[in-house]
């Protein structure tokens, strides 16, 4: 059984940047993706960012061109998203999941909760000055 764990939220003032981390465990060989996703409050949840077994990304949420980036450590079985110049439309809990066997094409963007089905517990992030 596929199991997430994401760390790496917190409190970030306007500007600033955070990594958080999923940590992947439980994948049987072969191709897979995992992807990040956000939920503000009141907000349906979106996809961010994917990356797949081959190191191939797809970005799904124009919002975060140019500020966002994701990246695998296979050798730890860590994905990473890396969130430079945190706006005010960032906040939210930001979980990663996987369930797809590469990424979605961006398209399909707004039935990626539905296709991906393992999902961590989420991480907090808090942009505030």
């Known amino acids: 059984q596929v199991q997430l764990v994401e760390s790496g939220g917190g409190l970030v003032q306007p500007g600033g940047s955070l990594r958080l981390s999923c940590a992947a465990a439980?994948?049987?060989?072969?191709?897979?993706?995992i992807g990040w996703f956000r939920q503000a409050p009141g907000k349906e949840r979106e996809a961010v960012l994917c990356i797949n077994s081959s190191d191939e990304t797809t970005d799904y949420t124009d919002s975060v061109k140019g500020r966002f980036t994701i990246s695998s450590n296979n050798a730890k079985n860590t994905v990473h998203l890396q969130m430079n110049d945190l706006k005010s439309e960032d906040p939210g809990v930001y979980y990663c999941?996987?369930?797809?066997?590469?990424?979605?094409?961006?398209?399909?963007?707004?039935?990626?909760?539905?296709?991906?089905?393992?999902w961590g517990q989420g991480t907090q992030v808090t942009v505030s000055s």
């Open positions: 999941a996987s369930g797809a066997s590469t990424c979605p094409a961006r398209a399909l963007r707004a039935t990626m909760p539905s296709i991906f089905h393992n």
């Open positions: 439980g994948f049987a060989s072969g191709y897979y993706a």
